[in-house]
């Protein structure tokens, strides 16, 4: 067998000798397609078979063709002969070619310039992008085809088959109008010499037609090609005229990228637009990431990855670009994990290298405070228990997430926590998402620590300005121990004297900028975080997206709970939700019923609840106690409304969501949600965790209103009437809606990937955590990689920025 050079050489000889003095020797040869075929079968195994492939095609048939068609396929096989590189795995950039801190800024600036200045966008095109989001040179560049065209060969048309889009080119027999019994259409018939094949228009102008379609004109024709009868025919297919040059050279021959159309722009002007810009700028486009962890994952620094999903290569495999998670897509995702990692990598470290408090764990008030519950804790709390004493223990500041489903019974743990740091003499700050939660915490704790002498206080923002100066006072003196509050906490004017933990109640309300700002609060101290979340996320992504957190799970409901048992009913029968109710009512438990927040209006909302409230009252309920709770009231006023709620002086409570998170009223067996097809699963879950709070059953029952059996919306409520189960609901909703929303602004405040989907490439996710961290572990202050440093906090920076917003 011959050696891959001499198999090109001979094969490009032959061509070369064809080709030569315009195709001088052309017409007197003979059998080219089995001389081609024979040398094809002949190729040596680096030969790749794509490559092969495209040859055998061209070949195929070549005898029969026409004269230019033969010139042409000719022409093609000698491009793909010359293109020497096909065999070569794509070469990542060494080390060398990482940029410099100066190159880096220098390219910065290149790739966040506004597209208007851009040749060919005038201020309406860049108006109608801005839209979509597409602002910046380098917001183009990542603008990526939705799927490719493979006008790489040209079929003979007595090729083609049924089903196919394919190009082909012939000369035109006939053209003109035919009429069929109810419409009539343009049609023009072709030839190769290998087939026929008939052109078909049925929107068209007579006189446009004729003009572009004479007979004798030899054109391409792209289009899916369809049977008619007997006959094989395109449809409204895409034309271009022999003497067009410049358009065949940018539409034939090649892999053609089809982007997403945008605000009606025309594909092509879209097309022609990204083609342009990425020829011309993606050069700056930088890889920061060190060659060793790209090469070790195999994939390609962003800018290779770039070029192949918009400019590919005529050697590219076209199966691999029509799967929407190839390695270009993968790289370009594994980049942005990387950056993720990196961040959460260089907290952890910097967190790691401060001196923390070592707590003396063995702590009499906990102990008290565990004697004292009217309940044996669950083994699952037991065990978070003691992780959070071993880092408590430690001099490093303790960074931990308790993750676990709604009524685990975090707040217990939690509460422990704080009164081993307050016998050592801290301060605790726990910080809750709401003041009803605020309220409620501060309210359990002074009745779970009743006489144990621990000086406690509430702050949020709803408090006269006198007593907040007090509590205040009270924290910077250390007279308060254990103060809980609203995001008021880490306003101006709080101070502490000893902060020694920082609890946050529900994470997901916050994100990692206010973390870090109520910690700054213990001045020069580095007090331990302890963070609750019930936000169910899966556990692999939760290590992998918390990355500077460690992490314990509390897996186990507290004993003799009964999971809540959940209906879907529609409008036309809510009524017999609420006579499920009464039963329920009856026997001297209590109600919840939420309605959904109406965004745009809070008096829209406030109405809703008000007639809500009242034909419960008036029509449903008339004997029991209907009380309500709505966003408009100040916080005396729905802490008031809890109270009641807490001491059974209300039967039925209703309210727009903020009971949503952490209210906790075991009583309570009963929570109706109005218009349920309106919420998100993982909100519907939290709102269903409010009951099933004690031993007896309880009851979820969604009423839904305008649904269809095939909406998202109707899935989402059936999975939640299937399973108890938040991890399976959190991997459903991931399902159904993308891992987008879940971690999107408005819930997480902190995660948001562009184009990576941390569930379907949870592979990836942890590789880029891997790499991360062992770069951190290497250099742990990036020293070396200054580019890559500032890249990392311009990312962040714009991170925290969306995190404050929600
Ligand atoms: P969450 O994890 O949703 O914040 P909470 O801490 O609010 O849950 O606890 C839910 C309810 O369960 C509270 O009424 C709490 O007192 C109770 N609880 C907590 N731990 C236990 C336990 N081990 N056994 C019985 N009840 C418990
Ligand atoms: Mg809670």
Not at 24 to 32: E, F, I, Y
Not at 714 to 725: A, H, S
Request: proline content about 4%; aromatic content about 8%; charged content about 30%.
């Amino acid at each position: 067998m011959d050696t891959k050079e001499n198999w090109l050489k001979r094969f490009s000889n032959i061509i070369e000798s064809l080709t030569k003095k315009d195709f001088a020797l052309l017409p007197k040869s003979k059998d080219l397609e089995k001389t081609f075929l024979q040398l094809l079968k002949e190729a040596p195994p680096e030969i790749p078979t794509d490559l092969q492939t495209q040859l055998r095609l061209l070949s195929q048939s070549l005898d029969a063709l026409s004269m230019d068609e033969k010139k042409l396929r000719l022409l093609k096989i000698k491009d793909l002969l010359l293109q020497k590189n096909f065999n070569e795995p794509l070469k990542l950039d060494g080390p060398e070619d990482i940029p410099s801190l100066e190159t880096y800024r220098k390219n910065r600036k290149i790739l966040s310039q506004g597209i208007e200045t851009l040749k060919g966008i005038g201020p309406k095109l860049a108006q109608k992008l801005a839209k979509r989001d597409l602002h910046t040179i380098e917001d183009l560049l990542f603008f990526l085809p939705r799927t490719y065209e493979d006008r790489r060969k040209i079929t003979p048309i007595g090729n083609l088959v049924e089903g196919v889009k394919a190009v082909v080119f012939g000369e035109i027999l006939k053209s003109g109008i035919n009429y069929y019994s109810r419409r009539k259409t343009y049609e023009i018939l072709i030839t190769d010499g290998t087939g026929f094949l008939t052109l078909k228009w049925f929107h068209f102008q007579d006189k446009v037609m004729r003009g572009l379609f004479p007979v004798g004109k030899k054109i391409y024709a792209i289009g899916e090609v369809n049977r008619f009868l007997r006959n094989l025919e395109m449809s409204h297919p895409e034309t271009i005229s022999e003497e067009d040059t410049e358009k065949i050279a940018a539409e034939l021959g090649h892999i053609v990228p089809i982007y997403p159309t945008l605000e009606r722009i025309p594909e092509k002007t879209l097309r022609k637009i990204l083609q342009r810009v990425v020829k011309e700028y993606v050069e700056y486009v930088d890889n920061l990431i060190p060659t060793k962890f790209l090469q070790r994952v195999k994939l390609l620094p962003l800018k290779k990855a770039l070029i192949a999903l918009h400019l590919p290569q005529n050697s590219e495999k076209i199966e691999i670009l029509l799967d929407g998670n190839n390695l270009y897509h993968r790289s370009l995702s594994f980049e942005e994990f990387f950056f993720l990692e990196l961040g959460l990598a260089l907290k952890k470290s910097k967190i790691a290298l401060e001196k923390g408090i070592a707590f003396n764990v063995e702590s009499r008030l906990a102990k008290d405070f565990l004697e004292k519950l009217p309940f044996e804790l669950t083994s699952a709390q037991k065990k978070v228990i003691e992780e959070i004493k071993r880092d408590m223990a430690r001099d490093i500041p303790m960074n931990r997430l308790i993750q676990g489903d709604v009524g685990c019974g975090k707040t217990v743990v939690a509460f422990v926590a704080g009164l081993i740091a307050i016998e050592n003499g801290y301060q605790v700050a726990l910080m809750a998402p709401t003041e009803i939660l605020a309220e409620q915490h501060y309210r359990s704790f002074r009745s779970y620590a009743q006489l144990m002498g621990v000086e406690s206080a509430l702050l949020t923002g709803g408090l006269a300005p006198s007593r907040k100066r007090e509590i205040c006072n009270g924290l910077a003196t250390g007279f308060y121990k254990f103060v809980i509050g609203t995001h008021a906490l880490f306003q101006e004017g709080v101070e502490f004297k000893r902060l020694g933990l920082v609890i946050i109640d529900e994470q997901h309300r916050f994100g990692v900028l206010q973390r870090a700002s109520l910690r700054e609060k213990a001045k020069g101290l580095n007090p331990d975080t302890l963070v609750m979340t019930a936000t169910p996320i899966p556990r692999t992504l939760a290590l992998t997206v918390y990355g500077d957190l460690d992490v314990s799970i509390i897996d186990e409901m507290p004993k003799g709970r009964k999971p809540v048992i959940t209906k879907l009913f529609l409008e036309y029968n809510r009524r017999l939700a609420y006579e499920e109710v009464r039963k329920e009512l009856q026997k001297g438990h209590q109600a919840y019923v939420i309605l959904p927040l109406i965004e745009e209006s809070e008096a829209l909302d406030l109405k809703a609840v008000l007639t809500h409230g009242k034909e419960l009252q008036e029509d449903i309920f008339p004997e029991f106690k209907v009380g309500i709770l709505h966003g408009k009231m100040s916080s005396q006023e729905k802490d008031m409304v809890m109270q009641a709620f807490k001491r059974r002086e209300i039967d039925v409570l209703v309210s727009t969501t903020v009971v949503e998170v952490g209210v906790d009223v075991p009583n309570a067996t009963v929570i109706v949600i109005e218009h349920a097809e309106r919420f998100g699963l993982s909100q519907l879950h939290q709102l269903r965790g409010r009951v099933g709070r004690s031993d007896k059953q309880s009851y979820c029952f969604l009423i839904a209103y305008k649904i269809s059996f095939q909406s998202e919306a109707y899935k989402r409520l059936q999975v939640l009437c299937k399973t108890n189960d938040g991890f399976k609901i959190a991997e459903a909703d991931m399902h159904l809606r993308g891992p987008g929303d879940i971690f999107g602004t408005q819930q997480s405040g902190f995660i948001e990937f562009k184009r990576a989907d941390p569930v379907r490439d949870i592979d990836l996710l942890l590789l880029a955590k891997e790499a991360a961290f062992e770069l951190i572990k290497e250099d742990p202050t990036l020293e070396r990689y200054p580019a890559l440093r500032e890249e990392l906090f311009r990312r962040w920076e714009e991170r925290l920025k969306l995190s404050e917003i929600a």
